[in-house]
């Protein structure tokens, strides 16, 4: 009897350091666990003001192509104030090529060479990065070089309106390198609960400030403050 149990112990430890390891790899390598998109997969979330808990609308992302090293989506909102119809495309583990970037309270399409580090894998608790990149705005042709500095929080197991996901909270510091003559440069503050299960956050929050040297009064200098925005996923749905 006495070896029948050991081995029945055994086997449960076993058991038991199998569940952990697996746990772990899915907490903290996403880019192993994360699902493939598919073109036509959707996902939408609502957008609230942090200042007012006012809703604002939704945002919806309809992946449109997936390839060997991009993945391209369509993005559409249900109101003009927050944002026209655009184009976006990242890479397959979620860092940005072409993507918009506020500059002064605006947002600006960018696209950038390299990509724009918004995870760096493994994605493990205490990790940091701070990666300088060339962001290109396609339309005017202004060149700017904006600095990411990452770090992983945590992770949160958080419910959405589109269900339960286990989540890696990122937090990113941007400095947008959109100097000009009368302006510093925007400092973006954004925190993202990234669910290695669907390979991008189910919930997002930014905001953004700036200075403007000729409003500083006795060396005090205010910050400008943009638009804080909360987001969050509210649907998803498979390309069918």
């Known amino acids: 009897m006495r070896i029948a149990s050991d081995i029945h112990f055994s086997a449960r430890a076993r058991l038991i350091i199998v ?3 697996v746990c772990a790899v899915i907490l903290l390598c996403p880019r192993a ?3 493939a998109p598919a073109a036509g997969d959707v996902y939408v979330y609502r957008v609230v003001n942090g200042y007012n808990s006012e809703v604002l609308g939704k945002i919806t992302y309809r992946v449109d192509q997936v390839g060997a090293d991009r993945i391209v989506m369509a993005v559409t909102t249900d109101v003009p104030a927050l944002g026209l119809a655009r184009t976006e495309v990242y890479t397959r583990d979620g860092n940005w090529l072409r993507h918009p970037l506020i ?3 605006q947002p600006v399409e960018y696209e950038f060479t390299p990509a724009y580090p918004a995870y760096v894998f493994p994605l493990e608790p205490g990790a940091s990065w701070s990666v300088r ?3 290109l705005n396609p339309a005017s042709g202004q060149r700017n070089s904006v600095r990411v500095d990452g ?3 945590g992770t949160e197991r958080i419910v959405t309106p589109a269900g339960s996901f286990d989540t890696i909270r990122v937090r990113r510091r941007t400095y947008a390198g959109d100097w000009d003559g009368f302006r510093l440069e925007t400092n973006i503050v954004e925190t993202d609960w990234y669910a290695p299960a669907l390979g991008r956050p189910v919930k997002s929050e930014s905001n953004s400030s700036y200075q ?3 409003r500083c009064s006795h060396g ?3 910050p400008f403050r943009g638009d804080w925005n909360l987001f969050e996923l509210v649907e998803t749905s498979a390309a069918k």
């Open 19 to 21: 569940v952990a390891v």
């Open 33 to 35: 666990a994360s699902a």
């Open 103 to 105: 500059n002064h309270d």
């Open 133 to 135: 990149v060339p962001a």
């Open 151 to 153: 770090e992983v929080l």
């Open 212 to 214: 403007q040297p000729s």
């Open 220 to 222: 005090a200098c205010d």
